[in-house]
T-cell receptor
Framework: DGGITQSPKYLFRKEGQNVTLSCEQN?????MYWYRQDPGQGLRLIYY???????QKGDIAEGYSVSREKKESFPLTVTSAQKNPTAFYLC?????????????FGDGTRLSIL | RKEVEQDPGPFNVPEGATVAFNCTYS??????FFWYRQDCRKEPKLLMS???SGNEDGRFTAQLNRASQYISLLIRDSKLSDSATYLC???????????FGKGTKLSVKP
């Protein structure tokens, strides 16, 4: 089945540690996105990529980094510079080429501080 | 004006009721409109796209008013399983990224 796989489902970070969240899709979508959602809040865009080897900052990129070495994969690193990392992280992908394409989401990673 | 604005609710309705949500958007160049549903502690899932002429999918009807820059979602004959948060989603102009509203919470009671 085609879809987006995020791992791990739950992740704990120690102070001063970098952690990497995985996102893989087999939908052959060009565009991929990372969002953060805090309790009772909307989705905020962290980074996005519309093509391999290229990515752009979203609204809240500070303390995060990404790479897009393969079309299928868009990992997100939460660095130690991100002082409030506890949140629900969602990866999404979207087919390009038409403006009326929705995004499809993975089932998310919950990150907490130890 | 916020890019996408929704009444956060909650809307508490009895089973079988009809409920309507509105959403306003600020970018007149927006071309893509969607409603997503998000269950508690889950990822958002596409409920339906919204087309210029309005569209229906079973008990759900979506409408777009470009002149007033708002979209609406009507749910008829509400079911307990409709309880969720409904997100209004609009793109940031032609080919632009999608912007998600903060959502309207619906609770359907027996």
């Amino acid at each position: 089945d085609g879809g987006i796989t995020q791992s791990p489902k739950y992740l704990f970070r120690k102070e001063g540690q970098n952690v990497t969240l995985s996102c893989e899709q087999n939908l052959n979508h060009d565009a991929m996105y990372w969002y953060r959602q805090d309790p009772g809040q909307g989705l905020r865009l962290i980074y996005y990529s519309q093509i391999v080897n290229d990515f752009q900052k979203g609204d809240i990129a500070e303390g995060y980094s990404v790479s897009r070495e393969k079309k299928e994969s868009f990992p997100l690193t939460v660095t130690s510079a991100q002082k409030n990392p506890t949140a629900f992280y969602l990866c999404a992908s979207r087919k390009q080429g038409s403006s009326n394409q929705p995004q499809h989401f993975g089932d998310g990673t919950r990150l907490s501080i130890l | 004006r916020k890019e996408v604005e929704q009444d956060p609710g909650p809307f508490n309705v009895p089973e079988g009721a009809t409920v309507a949500f509105n959403c306003t958007y600020s970018n007149s160049a927006s071309q893509s409109f969607f409603w997503y549903r998000q269950d508690c502690r889950k990822e958002p899932k596409l409920l339906m796209s919204v087309y210029s002429s309005g569209n229906e999918d079973g008990r759900f009807t979506a409408q777009l008013n470009r002149a007033s820059q708002y979209i609406s979602l009507l749910i008829r004959d509400s079911k307990l399983s409709d309880s969720a948060t409904y997100l209004c989603v609009v793109n940031k102009g032609w080919g632009g990224n999608l912007i998600f509203g903060k959502g309207t919470k619906l609770s359907v009671k027996p």
